[in-house]
């Protein structure tokens, strides 16, 4: 079987071809994974511009399918895989509607895909290889989601389970960094630049604030962190300092920004994994190719429950991609084992900028 796999819901218009010899088997092989970013164009405006999204992924869509199809080498697949929310609406749309084109000539079946499902099976992709197995891991886990839209901790107590049990009240994780980044006068996205800055580990003569570290839910909120971060930059006279403090500064907040970031994420996720004592913690999205992230909540749960499985994607497919989105469908149809059940009708799909995993 071969799935062809469509991603708009951002600023990447990615198309990934998977072949699998038998649903079953758990083995699977990425043929082609081409990702278009749009990030020049939106970094002149500080951030994604949904109606140049739509522009740019109309532009692109036949593009990338066209080098997807040459480097997977087939010419015919089984399956038509999309994203179908959450996300930006005119991005996705882009993606559906190119999707049911692609559908009705090649007379294919559709399949939705939520964008939060496929970020927590990236963990199963690798840079160098193309061919996989599926390794075992164990049920319950806990999925800790962090993108630029998303900050979510997934309960799934077992294979296509998933129960929200805390998120964020405000702003994202991802955005958290990206705000930042632009009250330093960074560009878009932020995240990475922001890391870079942390990684000289210019510690703060302040700190910023945790919010809801101690708070008995798992939800978070990094709105007031920012506002934490703007308080501090006025208080520090940041537009007007001269260069070399500008800088200073700089690197004080990002260290000190990404630190309560993370003792936030790490906290409420052992908290979590503790309470459902859960066999398994997957870290994805955006947000997770943060390296000290990913090292500071591997070492979190080595000391505190050894025991636990931690799986984190290699940083190659933390972003947006749409091999995620293709294992994605090929978990859906593995599970279901009948295909034709999972086929949304075209009539049937739409772009939901808010949907919610279930
Ligand atoms: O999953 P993603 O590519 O797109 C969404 O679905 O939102 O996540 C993008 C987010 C952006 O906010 C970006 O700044 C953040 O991930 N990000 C990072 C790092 N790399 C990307 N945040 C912190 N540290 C990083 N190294
Ligand atoms: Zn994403």
Known sequence: MIILAIETSCDETAIAILKTPRLRSGRFEILSNVVSSQIKIHAKWG??????AKREHIKNLPLVLRKALREAKVSSINVIAVTAG??????????????KELAEKWKKTLIAINHMEAH???????????????????????????????????LMRKMLDYKIIGQTLDDAAGEAFDKTAKMLGLPYPGGPIVAKLAEEKVVAPFTLPRPMINSKNYDFSFSGLKTAVLYKLKELGFDNLKPH?????RKQIAYEFQQAVID???????RTAKEYQVKTI?????????????????EAIKKQIPNTKYLIPDTAFTGDNAAMIALAAYFRAKEKKILDKLG??????????????S
């Open 282 to 298: 997957i870290l994805g999205g955006g947000v997770a190719a943060n390296q000290e992230l990913r090292k500071q909540l591997g």
């Open 344 to 357: 949304t009708s075209p009539e049937n799909l739409k772009a939901d900028g808010n949907l919610k995993l």
């Open 120 to 154: 927590i099976f990236s963990v199963f992709l690798k840079e160098k290889s193309s061919k996989f197995q599926v390794p075992s891991f164990k049920f319950p886990a806990v999925a800790l989601l962090v993108s630029g839209g998303h900050t979510e901790l997934v």
């Open 264 to 270: 936030v994420l790490v906290s409420k996720t052992l």
């Open 47 to 52: 951030g994604v511009v949904p109606h140049l």
């Open 245 to 249: 403090a500008r800088l200073i500064t």
């Open 86 to 99: 959450p996300g930006l609406e005119p991005a996705l749309w882009t993606g559906i509607n190119f999707a």
